[in-house]
């Protein structure tokens, strides 16, 4: 199940790699990098997570994650 969870300035996701391809969560975690701190980190359990801090403190950190999850689905359907 996909979560996302607001700790401090972060946004945390957790994505299952069964679902979500991985080159599409590399391309857009790539292309939040203009706009958010990004960490990406699997583990052998299928997941995957991310980390998110906005540079700018004026964004609302679960709308980042949920357009993170939108992005990778956008890029999972043009391919």
Known sequence: MDKIRISGQDVRL???SRFYDSNAVLM??????ESCWVY?????DD???????????EVALE??????FNYVLGLMKNE
């Open 14 to 16: 957790m994505l299952d």
């Open 47 to 57: 997941k995957i997570f991310i980390s998110l801090k906005p540079k700018s403190r």
């Open 28 to 33: 857009a975690a790539k292309a939040f990098t």
């Open 40 to 44: 990406l980190d699997g583990d052998q």
């Open 63 to 68: 709308e980042v994650g949920y357009e993170f």
